[in-house]
């Protein structure tokens, strides 16, 4: 990887984490996080890191010489198809894929029926979401496409939080003046 893609997905990093700031709680944020076994970009713990945990995969839409959105499109709809294995198995409540652009055309992506029907829990209870986080500009932005829905909690969920929290410094959370 070079420097330069190194700092673009930093970049991305940074804009997923403040998007989880706005939307949780007081949560603490991990970056490039290894949780029970598996690589996240960002691992977010909610209620200052005893509540819901969101995971997010980054995953860059690279253009491969091909100039066209529609080539995008089909490329971003392969690319969650993808993560969708690995991100079924984390045992998290909220998971997302977040799709980074660093040309126009993803912003048109929307998965089909088919690919949302795979981004279900088996028995229905979760959804994957999907975030596109734009690079295209020079304050990098994130959009929700299709939103996480919460997945069944689980003992060991709360266990390896509890772990995690107390094993690693956050890389962002609130902390209150004394």
Do not use: C
């Not at 990887?1 to 700092?7: G, N």
């Not at 007081?26 to 949780?35: G, I, N, R, S, T």
């Not at 709809?77 to 997302?96: C, G, H, P, R």
């Amino acid at each position: 990887m070079t420097e330069v893609q190194e700092q673009q997905l930093g970049r991305a990093m940074n804009a997923v984490q403040e998007f989880l700031v706005h939307k949780l709680l007081f949560p603490k944020v991990y970056l490039d996080a290894e949780w029970n076994g598996n690589k996240v970009a960002v691992l977010a713990i909610d209620r200052a890191g005893v509540g819901d945990v969101h995971a997010v995969r980054l995953v860059p839409v690279e253009t491969n010489g091909e100039p066209d959105w529609q080539y995008l499109v089909i490329r971003a709809a392969a690319l969650v198809n993808d993560q969708i294995e690995l991100l079924s198995t984390l045992s998290t409540q909220f998971k997302y894929v977040a799709l980074i652009s660093f040309s126009s055309g993803v912003e048109r992506f929307y998965p089909n029926a088919e690919l949302t029907r795979k981004m279900l829990a088996k028995d229905g209870v979760g959804r994957i979401g999907i975030l596109h986080v734009d690079l295209t500009e020079d304050d990098p932005s994130v959009r929700v496409i299709l939103k996480a829905e919460r997945f069944r909690s689980s003992k060991e969920i709360v266990e390896l939080a509890d772990r995690f929290v107390a094993e690693h410094t956050a890389n962002w959370e609130f902390r209150e003046e004394l």
